[in-house]
């Protein structure tokens, strides 16, 4: 699998850094270009404007795809406007999301938790290829890493640099394959231990909500910190989550924690989406036999005593964990491979279970 390419990087900036705006000037100047990534061949990038300016920009943005996808080596280019919306505009029969507390979700038609009740379950992992699927499937996607004490998604994208500030404190969200990602990984040194109490906590998790640039979203994936603290209810509370997934093993410890998971979405009126179970399998390479190492069907028994489904059961496969580790996720990295072809059915349900319900402003979605 390739690493990401600096040369390439480097000759696509080059290139689209002299494209002119709308304001004359090249777009290599005032910052407005976000950091290049290239894998395998495809070019991501973005182009930070004001809410008031993405209409004029447009032509822009076509220019700097089309001049990033002739560069050789480069075999597709997606290239985004970064705006922060009051209002997302409304596609064919789609009611236009709610003004709330937080302007900067107004244009967010759907927030989704993947909890979990411990750690150690991979729920970051499934959070991140749940965000990569949705976005295959042709959605506007953005994934909030809530986990303030062990934020993983700047590994799990392979993201270091650090967003950008438009205005006097909004931050832009970095690309990830196409999905806008916030976490507080990218501004705390990862080596850094953080020594946080509770309020300071749920402040950085408002923060992150309030302060950045999310733009209009189809769904907001956010990874949730294991656990039912502060930060879980923070979230319920202030986010207006249209439903939660719920991330376990299946062996009976690591659902009694989950059923806790569950009790606090119950308890605050977040509809559960479904549970995954992962690390459900595993396939020896060389005997092909299957094996339940942390037992199987736990968590399909716990879905149906809770009346939601069983997503999916995600295998317990090294590769997952070598190109998660790689910050190359399997959806992506992988895309024709059986744990891919698994991560996208859970997001094509999960948003076939958005659908026929409400948006976050209890108006009647597509």
């Not at 600096?6 to 950091?35: C, M, N």
């Not at 832009?172 to 231990?193: H, N, Q, R, W």
């Amino acid at each position: 699998m390739s690493k990401p390419d600096p040369e390439l990087q480097t000759e696509i900036r080059t290139r689209v850094a002299a494209i002119r705006g709308p304001d004359g000037a090249p777009l290599g100047d005032g910052g407005r270009l976000s950091e290049i990534i290239v894998r395998n061949g495809r070019a991501y990038f973005f182009i930070a404007v004001s809410p008031t300016e993405a209409a004029s920009w447009e032509a822009a943005r076509s220019a700097a795809q089309v001049a990033a996808a002739e560069i050789a080596g480069v075999t597709s280019a997606t290239v985004s406007l970064n705006a922060e919306r009051s209002a997302a505009p409304a596609k064919p029969n789609q009611a236009s999301a709610p003004a709330t507390s937080f302007p900067a979700l107004a244009a967010v038609r759907h927030i989704v938790a993947v909890a979990s009740g411990k750690g150690g379950v991979g729920k970051s992992t499934t959070a991140c290829n749940i965000a990569l699927a949705l976005k295959g499937l042709g959605l506007q996607v953005g994934i909030l890493d809530a986990d303030i004490y062990g934020p993983s998604m700047p590994k799990l994208f392979g993201l270091r640099a650090k967003p950008t500030v438009i205005g006097e404190r909004t931050l832009v969200p970095l690309d990830g394959y196409g999905v806008k990602v916030m976490s507080i990984g990218f501004v705390v040194d990862e080596a850094k231990a953080l020594v946080w109490r509770g309020p300071m906590v749920m402040g950085a998790i408002t923060q992150m909500l309030r302060d950045v640039a999310w733009g209009p979203l189809d769904v907001l994936i956010v990874d949730m910190p294991p656990g039912t603290g502060d930060a879980q209810l923070t979230m319920a509370q202030n986010a207006h989550l249209s439903g939660a997934v719920i991330v376990s093993t299946p062996q009976d410890l690591a659902l009694i924690d989950a059923r806790k998971g569950v009790a606090m979405f119950q308890q605050v009126d977040v509809p559960i989406l479904g549970i995954v179970e992962n690390m459900s399998y595993f396939v020896c390479d060389e005997c092909g036999k299957r094996h339940e190492i942390f037992s199987h069907g736990g968590a399909a028994k716990e879905a149906a005593r809770l009346g939601v489904p069983l997503l999916g059961e995600i295998a317990l496969d090294p590769i997952i964990r070598e190109r998660s580790d790689a910050g190359l996720p399997i959806v992506v990295s992988e895309p024709d491979s059986p744990h891919a072809e698994t991560y996208r059915s859970i997001a094509q349900q999960i948003w076939a279970r958005l659908q026929p319900g409400r948006s976050r402003s209890g108006a009647a979605v597509r």
